[in-house]
Nanobody, 125 residues
Framework: QVQLVESGGGLVQAGGALRLSCQASGRTFRTYAMDWFRQAPGKEREFVAGINWSGGDTSYADSVKGRFTISRDNAKKTVYLQMNSLKPEDTAVYYC??????????????????WGKGTLVTVSS
């Protein structure tokens, strides 16, 4: 079992930055691949970024590549999403998710084993 709690969301102006954190509980965190998804109002949940169990492999959606960075600290059982050069279209609820398989860019919400409750990111123009 893995419980996930996101934090770090908020209101930021376009061009600004935020760092999201996802704190996990459970002894097996280091065996899980971790992903960030987001869901904007009226839209489907979409993949943002993923990282394998060791942190040695990462993947990004085209829409955030070069602006967002995913990382993890297995000792702290935490995964991060550094978001730079934010745009109004980045506004969404951001969720972290865990799965024992690293899917990379093909990650889909249906594949994930565990989810956090999300944190809201609002980017004003």
């Amino acid at each position: 079992q893995v419980q996930l709690v996101e934090s770090g969301g908020g209101l930021v102006q376009a061009g600004g930055a935020l760092r999201l954190s996802c704190q996990a509980s459970g002894r097996t965190f280091r065996t899980y691949a971790m992903d960030w998804f987001r869901q904007a109002p009226g839209k489907e949940r979409e993949f943002v970024a993923g990282i394998n169990w060791s942190g040695g492999d990462t993947s990004y959606a085209d829409s955030v590549k070069g602006r967002f960075t995913i990382s993890r600290d297995n000792a702290k059982k935490t995964v991060y999403l550094q978001m730079n050069s934010l745009k109004p279209e980045d506004t969404a609820v951001y969720y972290c998710a865990a799965d024992q398989i690293y899917y990379g860019r093909t990650s889909h919400p249906d594949d994930m084993d565990y989810w956090g409750k999300g944190t809201l990111v609002t980017v004003s123009s």
